[in-house]
């Protein structure tokens, strides 16, 4: 089972961008899906963005798409994130995620992954 170490999270102004990374351990990290998650003070953990193994396909909530970029380097064992436009409401620990099945990244939901990272602090102030 592959094991997730994220990176990447700070402070930022309204408007700015950062970029988070997502190391994973073992030789098998390209079968996974891959999702980011965060989690704001007091709120659920919600979903963010997926994608396949291959990149293949994509997945963005709402309040993101347009902002933010996932993609994946196979060859490194990672998946970033890339944040623009970053508002307060983006203020969150964020979460990397996988999972062997495929379907994870098109449901984008926190019971369709099975492997999580210990989350990295973003915090976005106006």
């Known amino acids: 089972q592959v094991q997730l170490v994220e990176s990447g999270g700070g402070s930022v102004q309204a408007g700015g961008s950062l970029r988070l990374l997502c190391v994973g351990s073992?030789?098998?990290?390209?079968?996974?899906?891959m999702g980011w998650f965060r989690q704001a003070p007091g709120k659920e953990r919600e979903f963010v963005s997926a994608?396949?193994?291959?990149?293949?396909?994509?997945n963005y909530a709402d309040s993101v798409r347009g902002r933010f970029a996932i993609s994946r380097d196979n060859a490194k064992n990672t998946v970033y994130l890339q944040m623009n436009s970053l508002k307060p409401e983006d203020t969150a620990v964020y979460y990397c995620?996988?999972?062997?099945?495929?379907?994870?990244?098109?449901?984008?939901?926190?019971?369709?992954?099975?492997?999580w990272g210990q989350g990295t602090l973003v915090t976005v102030s106006s």
């Open positions: 995620a996988a999972d062997t099945n495929y379907r994870a990244a098109v449901a984008g939901t926190v019971r369709s992954f099975e492997v």
């Open positions: 073992g030789r098998t990290f390209s079968n996974y899906a």
């Open positions: 994608m396949t193994w291959n990149g293949g396909y994509t």
